[in-house]
């Protein structure tokens, strides 16, 4: 650590199944780090990961004040843990994404003005027009998306100008939803945030702005303008831009802390917040990924993103805009199926053990035997499929597979072959310089790893610590203040080189090149079952 320059920076990472941060020094190192569990530390709000699912099935949303309290919560834990908020230089964010916050009206004053005796969660027990917030689960906006679609021309007309076609949890599909379908609460609202800015604003005690790597999230920015797009505001609902606020810079300094974390925390009165982003692009930050690279993320969602120095108008999946360069930007794909579904066929075949899993998945061999499946225990993004399908090397479809370990190993090949398949059509190419940055709570399981390099045929290697989003929100925090004098890439040079967590066996692609092409045949034919 530089003896001069006590300062630490903090990263909030507003997961779907906790809040977690973490500290790090001036040289980016890790100090301490704390974690609120929604369903075990806050059973008051019965939760299941994090989520209510809605008796219809597609209505999937999460109580705001559970996230208020969490943080509550989490601010004792990290006093607790170590953390000396005096030194603190600056703090930023990251949530999951689309997620909105509805902020009742006459709110804004008690924001200004929160006491420093009391529980933020007890302060705002009454500051929401819609308690439980529609989060990125959600896919009840189908009829909305349609709406927006034809509103600007079509689908592929929406992703020229946002980034991405209408996907039922943006926001965009969100917001009209809640006006159609509670007029008195759209009505009531003075300010949406999505679950990151709503984050900030608890920070800084104010209505935060949107950045735009987030906005890019909500079918709502013009990617290229920066700005939101007038036709499709006046698509989603009357006088919207009013309570959207202007989106900025994602490494924007927001301004200082408010008093309330001051005094009831001893934070400096000179700590900085500096806008919090959505987890996907704070998770490049946090994985420094250098173009070419391409990154999975195996979590509540699992995601691939990359970085790109042009747009490019894609169909199945989104092109945001980057955290950290704002003429730059980042493709990802989102599969709504990632940590639960391994866990529910950990659950089912080997009765919650990872060790026993692993020892399944390690005792089959490469491609299964012609076996392959894929897994969906929520209406699926891409491909727009729900439920559990699986094939023999024939191609036939079975109910199931006579052995555990046959189901071990295709729902993970299975994963990681809808992933290639989808990158390529994104116009990935894999060649020999490719690598994979795996990160998430799955990039921990070394079998696993081992069948994303398989399938990917690429090496594959991991970073200082899992979970690339807050480590990503604590680079910004630091970056916010900085960037007049440093590069990011200045700013992060010390820091460990990526780890080569495993390589490809030799027969990879001549196994699971031709079996991206029957996974798409498996889906193709899915679909028109359907
Ligand atoms: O919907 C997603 C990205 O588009 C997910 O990765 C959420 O951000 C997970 F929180």
């Known amino acids: 650590m530089s003896k001069c320059d006590e300062s630490t920076y903090l990263g909030f990472d507003f997961s779907t199944q906790q809040l977690k941060a973490v500290e790090l020094n001036s040289d980016l190192q890790i100090l301490n780090n704390a974690a609120v ?72 004053q008690k924001l200004q003005s929160l006491q420093p005796n009391r529980f933020l969660h007890d ?40 980034g991405s076609r209408a996907y039922e949890r943006f926001t965009g599909s969100q917001i009209a939803k809640v006006y159609q379908t509670k007029k008195a609460v759209y009505n009531n609202t003075e300010r949406i945030s999505l679950i990151s800015s709503f984050a900030c604003s608890l920070f800084v005690g104010d ?53 309330f974390y001051v005094e009831r925390f001893g934070f400096n009165p000179q700590c900085r917040v500096i806008a919090f982003t959505g987890d996907n692009p704070a998770s490049l930050i946090g994985m420094r990924l250098k173009t070419g690279d391409i990154a999975v993320s195996l979590g509540t969602s699992d995601t691939l993103f990359l970085s790109l120095r042009q747009p490019k108008l894609i169909l199945e999946g989104h092109i945001l805009s980057s955290p950290i360069d704002k003429d730059g930007y980042m493709a990802l794909l989102c599969f709504k199926n990632g940590s639960l579904t391994r866990e529910r ?126 480590l990503g929100s604590a680079y910004q925090a630091k970056y916010g203040l900085v960037r007049s004098d440093t590069s990011f890439a200045e700013m992060t040079q010390n820091l460990p080189p990526p780890v080569l967590a495993c390589e490809p066996s030799r027969d990879a692609n001549e196994i699971y090149a031709p079996m991206v092409e029957r996974y798409r045949a498996l889906i193709k034919n899915i679909t028109n079952q359907k």
């Open 207 to 259: 209505y935060a702005p949107i950045d735009y790597a987030d906005a890019s999230g909500m079918n709502m920015m013009d990617l290229k303008t920066k700005e939101w797009s007038p036709q499709i505001l006046q698509a989603v609902a009357p006088d919207v831009e009013a309570k959207l606020g202007t989106p900025v810079p994602s490494y924007t300094n927001i301004g200082p802390v408010s008093k």
């Open 37 to 108: 569990q929604f369903d075990t530390d806050l059973p008051e709000f019965r939760t299941m990961s994090g989520v209510t699912i809605h008796k219809d099935g597609r209505t999937v949303t999460a109580p705001v004040l559970m996230w208020v309290k969490a943080l509550d919560l989490l601010l004792d834990r990290l006093k607790i843990a170590g953390v000396d908020f005096s030194r603190v230089a600056s703090l930023s964010g990251t949530a999951q994404q689309h997620g909105s916050v509805y902020w009742q009206k006459g709110v804004h």
């Open 123 to 162: 302060q705002l027990r009454d500051a929401f027009s819609l308690a439980d917030s529609p989060i990125w689960q959600d896919s009840s906006t189908t009829e909305q998306c349609q709406q927006l679609e034809n509103a600007v021309g079509g689908p592929e007309k929406l992703a020229e100008i946002t």
């Open 345 to 470: 066929i950990r659950d089912s075949c080997v009765e919650g053990s990872w060790k026993l899993f692993n020892e399944l998945l390690n005792s089959t061999p490469r491609g299964n035997f012609g076996n392959m499946g894929v897994y969906y225990d929520i209406q699926e993004i891409i491909p727009s499929v729900k439920g559990d399908y699986r094939v023999n090397k024939a191609n036939v479809q079975l109910s199931k597979f006579n052995s555990k370990e046959i189901e071990v190993r295709a729902l993970i090949e299975g994963q990681f072959l809808g992933k290639r398949a989808y990158a390529e059509d994104l116009g990935v190419s894999l060649g020999e310089n490719t690598r994979i940055f795996a990160t998430g709570g799955a990039s921990n399981n070394s079998a696993i790893l081992q069948v994303l390099a398989d399938v990917f045929n690429s090496p594959v290697y991991t970073l200082e610590a899992s979970n690339s989003a807050m």
